[in-house]
């Protein structure tokens, strides 16, 4: 109930009156059944956005630390994150990327819509990082299709009087969520497992998100460079241009469509 009462009262109508989020391809969404909805991640907003433009709920995996922080900040994470329906998943053990999938795929079986961001951390500098290959095995155990989706901010100016208004005029965005049409992997059958297909799997999805969202490819994990980042102070496009490969062996890396 909770979920519905931040949707349609508490929260979605502010954010629509404030930011005024258009969405296109709504129809690629499956109205039932299973299915894993991909989106690229360029802000903490982006889970709030995505599934206001849909009528159907939408689960995402979200980091432990949500539901169990203390003192009145986290008495209202947990309340927000545990009442909107998120599902927690520690990230600091050594089988939190095995229990991360295995959780994705029972809310798979359950029929649901799981929220996923490939990339696994937001975007460090608005470029689009290499995908992990989770979603590949949770779309290979359950048949459920995947529909990428872009998250698009495009700056817009708003008039408003005063100083105040317009420095905040300056930071207004207009929101744009993009589905694409949904993917299946039924000619992978039975090769959950196997690296290599794994791979071509996650590949073609961020390739699709690429094309959706117009965002420059970067054949690097996003925690990798924020990793880099903040171990030696650079910035972003510093931290990609140390950790890179060559031109020749990046070129070869660009995810490419893999449908035939």
């Given at each position: 109930m909770f979920y519905w009462f931040l949707k349609f009262v508490?929260?979605?109508?502010i954010v629509r009156l404030v930011f005024r989020p258009r969405a296109e391809g709504m129809e690629h969404v499956p109205s039932t059944g299973a299915a894993i909805i991909a989106?690229?991640?360029?802000?903490?907003?982006?889970?709030?956005?995505?599934?206001?433009s849909l009528r159907r709920r939408v689960t995402f995996l979200a980091k432990a630390e949500y539901f169990t922080g203390?003192?009145?900040?986290?008495?209202?994470?947990?309340?927000?994150?545990?009442?909107?329906?998120?599902?927690?998943?520690?990230?600091?053990?050594?089988?939190?990327?095995?229990?991360?999938?295995r959780t994705g795929?029972?809310?798979?079986?359950?029929?649901?819509?799981?929220?996923?961001?490939p990339e696994g951390?937001?975007?460090?500098?608005?470029?689009l990082f290499r995908g992990k290959t989770g979603i590949a095995r949770m779309t290979l155990e359950t048949g459920a299709p995947v529909v990428p989706v872009a998250m698009v901010y495009e700056p817009?100016?708003?008039?408003?009087?005063?100083?105040?208004?317009?420095?905040?005029s300056k930071h207004m965005v207009r929101v744009v969520v993009r589905f694409g049409k949904p993917l299946e992997f039924s000619r992978y059958d039975g090769l959950s497992g196997d690296r290599f297909v794994e791979r071509s799997i996650t590949d073609e999805i961020m390739y699709e998100i690429m094309e959706l969202s117009g965002q420059e490819y970067?054949?690097?994990?996003?925690?990798?460079?924020?990793?880099?980042?903040?171990?030696?102070?650079?910035?972003?496009?510093?931290?990609?241009?140390?950790?890179q490969p060559p031109p020749h062996e990046a070129a070869d890396r660009l995810p490419s469509s893999l449908a035939g």
């Open positions: 508490a929260l979605g109508p989106s690229n991640h360029l802000s903490a907003a982006d889970w709030i956005f995505m599934p206001l203390s003192g009145p900040k986290g008495a209202a994470q947990r309340l927000f994150f545990g009442g909107s329906g998120q599902v927690p998943i520690d990230r600091t053990n050594a089988s939190a990327a095995e229990d991360a999938i795929i029972r809310i798979l079986t359950q029929g649901r819509l799981l929220g996923i961001y951390t937001r975007s460090p500098d608005g470029r817009r100016t708003v008039p408003l009087p005063g100083a105040l208004g317009r420095r905040l970067v054949d690097l994990y996003g925690a990798k460079v924020k990793k880099s980042m903040d171990t030696t102070g650079v910035t972003a496009t510093e931290a990609v241009a140390r950790l």
